[in-house]
T-cell receptor, first 111, second 114 residues
Framework: NAGVTQTPKFQVLKTGQSMTLQCAQDMNHEYMSWYRQDPGMGLRLIHYSVGAGITDQGEVPNGYNVSRSTTEDFPLRLLSAAPSQTSVYFC??????????FGPGTRLTVL | GENVEQHPSTLSVQEGDSAVIKCTYSDSASNYFPWYKQELGKRPQLIIDIRSNVGEKKDQRIAVTLNKTAKHFSLHITETQPEDSAVYFCAASILGGSQGNLIFGKGTKLSVKP
């Protein structure tokens, strides 16, 4: 199993650009989520999904969209990038009642 | 919603000493409390977890204790080694519910001095 994979590893955007961060898991996990990590702020939940076709907002959802058309994939879309979205983004997945696994992260810089 | 507070934010110990990190949570319905270790530039990785039907759990040099009444849980690392240096995060969740999201504390940077 590859586990949780994320692409790209690094990305630089200009203010106002849009992009999609990709996340995939091959463990057939029901739950998937996106976090952002900023210095001193821990891991903050952006959006999550409890299954294909079901998504909901976390603590810091503004400026981000998600969709879950398949069990495996959970992309995160930045609609119009802002410098405040400079961060490290982690995707995670877990089975119902089980351990959560993180992807390797995407380091995003918005100029 | 759930809120998790973690203390201290930084902790420095001598090799061989013990380290304790404490967390409190707000939602009495939370029943799952994992601890993650994150080394510089890497992803968080689970080191130990505890469920609300257990008061204490040990795994070699690592232990976690849970006090449901006071809504706090702690990570204990004994005989610390330089490779224990990392950022540690606690989290709380409701397993089995419709959400089950992990809500994290802000982290503790542990430095173990040789």
């Amino acid at each position: 199993n590859a586990g949780v994979t994320q692409t790209p590893k690094f990305q630089v955007l200009k203010t106002g650009q849009s992009m999609t961060l990709q996340c995939a898991q091959d463990m057939n996990h029901e739950y998937m989520s996106w976090y952002r990590q900023d210095p001193g702020m821990g891991l903050r939940l952006i959006h999550y999904s409890v299954g294909a076709g079901i998504t909901d907002q976390g603590e810091v959802p503004n400026g981000y969209n998600v969709s879950r058309s398949t069990t495996e994939d959970f992309p995160l879309r930045l609609l119009s990038a802002a410098p405040s979205q400079t961060s490290v983004y982690f995707c995670a997945s877990r089975p119902a009642g089980g351990t959560q696994y993180f992807g390797p992260g995407t380091r995003l810089t918005v100029l | 919603g759930e809120n998790v507070e973690q203390h201290p934010s930084t902790l420095s110990v001598q090799e061989g000493d013990s380290a304790v990190i404490k967390c409190t949570y707000s939602d009495s319905a939370s029943n799952y409390f994992p601890w993650y270790k994150q080394e510089l530039g890497k992803r968080p990785q689970l080191i130990i977890d505890i469920r609300s039907n257990v008061g204490e759990k040990k795994d070699q040099r690592i232990a976690v204790t849970l006090n449901k009444t006071a809504k706090h849980f702690s990570l204990h690392i004994t005989e610390t080694q330089p490779e224990d240096s990392a950022v540690y995060f606690c989290a709380a969740s409701i397993l089995g519910g419709s959400q089950g999201n992990l809500i994290f504390g802000k982290g503790t940077k542990l430095s173990v001095k040789p």
